[in-house]
């Protein structure tokens, strides 16, 4: 019985893919292309990472993608408030513009992970819902274009949602994100 192989970048990002494939089943079936992994990889990796996040005496969050991702490309203290936090980013081959951003808090407490724009990526220009394409921007880019948004609670713990109203028909929309990237934009209840 051969060991599993370690759990790195690749098999984080199949994780991210298995949350995705239930709104972007063809964009994610793509994506594993790209990384070369089967359907049975990405549910394993999916399986391992849940098992980490579920242990009794696993790792904290903090450590835990450490563990998987490495040290980050770069660690930004922020002010949230009259709270301070950690910041830390790292780099995922599959989206070269995105980081993956785990924002911590005192004594390495995981307030909240997603994908966010790569500092000095250029952001899309969004300016009514037809911009708006699954994949191409995240939570702070639909929030800043479309302000005031009504964030919405997802459907489940790594998803996001945005009410929002497009300046073009002025009809409401409710913008829908897995890790930060927009999923899919449905209409909304005025």
Known sequence: MTAPAPFGPLQFQLVLLRRMADHQPDLVEDARRVLGAS????????RRWQA????????GALRRYRSALGEPES????????LECDA?????????DLRFE?????????????????????APGLRTVRDLRPWSCTVDEVARAFAPVRPMEGSAPTRWALALTDPADRLPYVAEFTWGLLQ??????A
């Open 88 to 96: 830390l980013l790292w780099r995922l081959p599959l989206w070269p």
């Open 75 to 82: 660690l930004v203290r922020r002010v949230v408030g009259d």
């Open 102 to 122: 785990v924002m911590a808090g005192p004594g390495g407490a995981v307030w909240n992970e997603w994908l966010v724009r790569a500092p000095g990526a250029p």
């Open 52 to 59: 980490m996040v579920r242990a009794p005496r696993g790792r």
């Open 184 to 189: 899919r934009v449905l209409p909304g209840r």
């Open 39 to 46: 359907l049975a990889e990405m549910r394993e990796a999916n």
